[in-house]
């Protein structure tokens, strides 16, 4: 299975934004598709939104996103189609959290199902 | 959006048994369910997607069923390291939901 690195933890000022990469490694977005879910402190997990690559048929190209999230969140990758990225504006103390970004495989239609993980990065989000 | 729930949220369990963990969608989904070992510290892990089809390389001892609202995950002759938390996803319909967890300790 392939692999994700993403980058390094960070600390960032209520109001701020943070945008997180995602590394592949031994594919490429162009036929994968990246999830992004985020785990706060003693809480679940909870997914934040995804992006379906560009030759994925139903839904190419597109990104969908938690209406928790959503005009905060923004999921894309480079024109090497071999790095993704989370950006999330508007940060809050209730942010701070492990995000991670996860491959999705196609399972039908628009539906992609998690295979592997990134390693994870921690957000602290304080004043 | 779709509710998971999971029963029980933490059980207790020894080396070498069999422990079973139930997960119910609040509509049906089909088999479109995966479940993810998570230990503290560590990345998720993907254990099984369409309800029982097992990633590659996880152990035969893993074992997924059901299919619509009620799922189980079973896990045969526990070992070490199987102690963890263990979530369900449905991905049938956006947004995707988890369950809340069950530990395995």
């Known amino acids: 299975q392939g692999q994700l690195v993403q980058s390094g933890a960070e600390v960032k000022k209520p109001g701020a934004s943070v945008k997180v990469s995602c590394k592949a490694s031994?594919?490429?977005?162009?036929?994968?598709?990246v999830h992004w879910v985020r785990q706060a402190p003693g809480q679940g997990l909870e997914w934040m939104g995804r992006?379906?690559?560009?030759?994925?048929?139903?839904?190419?190209?597109?990104?969908k996103y938690s209406r928790k999230f959503q005009g905060r969140v923004s999921i894309t990758r480079d024109t090497s189609a071999t790095t993704a990225y989370m950006e999330l504006i508007g940060l809050t103390s209730e942010d701070t959290a492990v995000y991670y970004c996860a491959r999705g495989r196609l399972w039908v239609r628009d539906l992609y199902y998690f295979d592997s993980w990134g390693q994870g990065t921690l957000v602290t989000v304080s004043s | 959006d779709v509710q998971m729930t999971q029963s029980p949220s933490s059980l207790s369990a020894s080396v070498g048994d069999t422990v079973t963990i139930t997960c119910r969608a609040s509509e049906d989904i089909r088999n479109y369910l995966s479940w993810f070992q998570h230990k503290p510290g560590k990345v998720p892990r993907s254990l099984m997607y369409?309800?029982?089809a097992l990633q590659i390389g996880v152990s035969s001892r893993f074992t997924g069923a059901g299919s619509g609202t009620h799922f189980t995950l079973t896990i045969s002759r526990l070992q070490p390291e199987d102690f963890a938390t263990y979530y369900c996803?449905?991905?049938?319909?956006?947004?995707?939901?988890f369950g809340p967890g069950t530990k395995v300790d």
């Open positions: 369409g309800a029982s």
């Open positions: 992006l379906i690559p560009a030759g994925g048929g139903t839904g190419a190209g597109t990104t």
């Open positions: 031994g594919f490429t977005f162009s036929s994968f598709g």
């Open positions: 996803q449905q991905f049938a319909t956006y947004p995707l939901t």
